[in-house]
């Protein structure tokens, strides 16, 4: 666990507050800059992430958890490559937390990455664990649990954190919207799949912040004009990582920047979001 101080100007009933990221590696933001110092590698945990970037702007003093492959289980209570559940990095003087998880619980992206890859082994297994599943019934309980377990997560953070500010941040959205695009690799079927795949971890995310009392910031909806195939996209569309960079249909730069900045309007009522 590290703790960070940014050299940002301060800004009212900000500076200095203490912050806590809680998340997988949407927050993490694996590939996108300097590895965070004494850090576990199997976090992938960056400089470049959104909390990194929303603590610079407001000065904050950041603690930073998120962990590339966390699931809810890794936040509430399970070691994740030695290091102690999220949830521990939470005091009573907690100001604010951020939270977004939930992807892996329920094998999003490695449904999306399946989906794309040529038939064989690699791809049936990934599409028994993701997408060939949606809308079994075994997906359907899948998905209820996710929810319950996302609103676990936010009562925990409201026990172990009772005055702080807490956000439920959705994952930026991957495919586009419109079923009339065509997306390269993926069969229509697929493809629709992916998008109710995705409009149900959105769905579960902001279920869970209205049952704690928690916000949430709606990066599913902000995003829809930036998904990956876009003129201007906040996620990655590559199937195999390129060395150095962000994993593939994961943030990019502009997607951390992107959600660094709403997280900052809602924060201090600027209305100022990309």
């Known amino acids: 666990m590290e703790t960070q101080q940014s050299s940002a100007q301060p800004r009212p009933n900000f500076s200095g507050a ?39 702007a407001l000065d904050l003093m950041l603690t930073d958890v998120t962990s590339s492959g966390a699931v809810t289980a890794d936040i509430l209570y399970r070691r994740q490559f030695g290091q102690p559940p999220q949830a521990d990095a939470l005091t009573p003087d907690t100001d604010l937390v951020t939270i977004t998880v939930g992807g892996n619980d329920i094998g999003y992206v490695t449904g999306l990455v399946a989906a794309g890859l040529p038939p064989g082994p690699a791809r049936l297994a990934g599409l028994a664990g993701g997408l060939q599943r949606l809308g079994t019934g075994g997906l359907d309980r899948q998905l209820v649990l996710l929810e319950a377990s996302l609103t676990m997560v936010g009562e925990l953070v409201r026990r172990r954190a009772p005055r702080a500010r807490v956000l439920f941040v959705q994952y930026l959205p991957v495919l586009p919207p419109d079923p009339v695009v065509r997306v390269p690799r993926m069969s229509t079927r697929q493809a629709a799949s992916g998008r109710r795949f995705f409009t149900h971890l959105a769905g579960a995310t902001a279920r869970a912040a209205a049952a704690t009392g928690a916000t949430l910031v709606p990066v599913a909806a902000a995003g829809a004009d930036h998904h990956a195939w876009s003129d201007d996209p906040w996620t990655t569309a590559g199937i195999r990582p390129r060395p150095g960079g962000p994993l593939p249909f994961h943030p990019n730069t502009e997607g951390m920047a992107a959600v ?9 009522g600027s209305g100022a979001a990309p």
């Open 18 to 56: 203490g912050y806590v990221a809680l998340g997988s590696s949407y927050a993490a933001g694996p590939g996108l800059g300097i590895p965070v110092p004494r850090s576990a590698p199997g976090a992938r945990r960056t400089d470049a992430n959104y909390p990194h970037r929303l603590a610079s």
């Open 260 to 268: 660094a900045a709403m997280i900052g309007a809602e924060l201090t």
